[in-house]
């Protein structure tokens, strides 16, 4: 797990919080995250993080290595907000292209208010020392096909910065549709990662269930904290329901399909673990 409670000591409110040292896997990206991506987050409260580096961040992947940086809106972006992060980064549209012109060929600067997505990137050179040089480059995905609901975001912590999270059923969702999908040059890449997922599903969803009640420990305590017997009552109806859909999820999914031995053997594992 990534992810710990902290409580503001001048106010008494809780919130979820990254690990120190969480990104440290991660070599020369973090410092591209800690630089570039925090900034951004940052510059446009739309933005929601997306793909791998949410799952990645929230514990369901290995930290390992990370390709593009996803990110999903929350509200329509517009060009004002597309050239002030492109300018602000000095960014390149990778479909953009380039023109002739007398100054040689350059960047051509358009903004599709219909593009699905818009790819932006970043290359630059940085000083090893006085003999060597080395080439840096990252690349970030702006998707576009759907809005982001608030309630299907996780808020968590980096440092005091807010990061906002998509839910991982929704990350995992696109990643059956491209795996499904046979027009996609990436069908056999998702079909693998999906079917691992599926091979081992439990985790996934013990996973989900101690980040929701976490995140319902959070809400109850702030409110709390802030005297709402209205929506502690709220939360607590929310909480009592979630469980019980959850537990009627793992009898029906989880015990039903199993053999009455293979189930005998799973309950005696699930003690071994608790303990």
Same mark, same amino acid.
């Given at each position: ?171 995992? @969702? ?5 795996? =499904? %999908?046979?027009? /996609?040059?990436?069908?056999? *890449?998702?079909? +693998? $990662? ?56 793992? @009898? ?5 399909? =199993? %053999?009455?031995? /293979?189930?005998?053997?799973? *309950?005696?594992? +699930? $003690?071994?673990?608790?303990?």
């Amino acid at each position: 797990m990534n992810i710990i409670y902290n409580i503001d000591s001048s106010t008494g409110l809780m919130r979820l919080q990254f690990k120190k040292n969480v990104l440290d896997p991660l070599g020369d990206n973090k410092d591209i995250f800690e630089k570039y991506i925090l900034p951004i987050l940052a510059m446009n409260e739309k933005f929601c993080l997306t793909g791998s580096l949410s799952l990645k961040l929230l514990g369901f992947e290995p930290m390992d290595k990370v390709g593009d940086f996803d990110f999903g809106l929350l509200d329509t972006f517009t060009e004002e907000e597309y050239n002030a992060i492109k300018n602000f980064f000095q960014l390149y549209n990778t479909k953009e292209g380039y023109e002739f012109s007398e100054r040689g060929n350059i960047p051509v600067n358009r903004f599709d208010p219909k593009a699905h997505m818009w790819q932006l990137a970043k290359s630059w050179e940085e000083t090893v020392n006085d003999e060597l040089a080395r080439s840096r480059h990252f690349k970030m995905d702006i998707f576009s096909d759907e809005m982001i609901r608030s309630k299907d975001t996780i808020v968590i912590h980096y440092d005091d910065f807010p990061i906002k999270l998509i839910h991982p059923s929704i990350t995992l @969702s696109y990643r059956m549709r491209y795996a =499904l %999908d046979i027009r /996609s040059s990436t069908t056999f *890449k998702y079909w +693998e $990662k999906m079917k691992a997922f599926m091979d081992n599903a439990k985790s996934y969803y013990n996973q989900i269930r101690a980040i929701s009640k976490m995140y319902a420990r959070v809400h109850e305590h702030n409110a709390n904290v802030e005297g709402n017997q209205k929506k502690i009552d709220y939360i607590r109806g929310l909480i009592d329901r979630r469980n019980h859909n959850m537990d009627d999820f793992f @009898s029906k999914v989880f015990e039903e399909t =199993l %053999d009455p031995f /293979s189930l005998i053997l799973e *309950k005696e594992r +699930e $003690k071994f673990v608790k303990q």
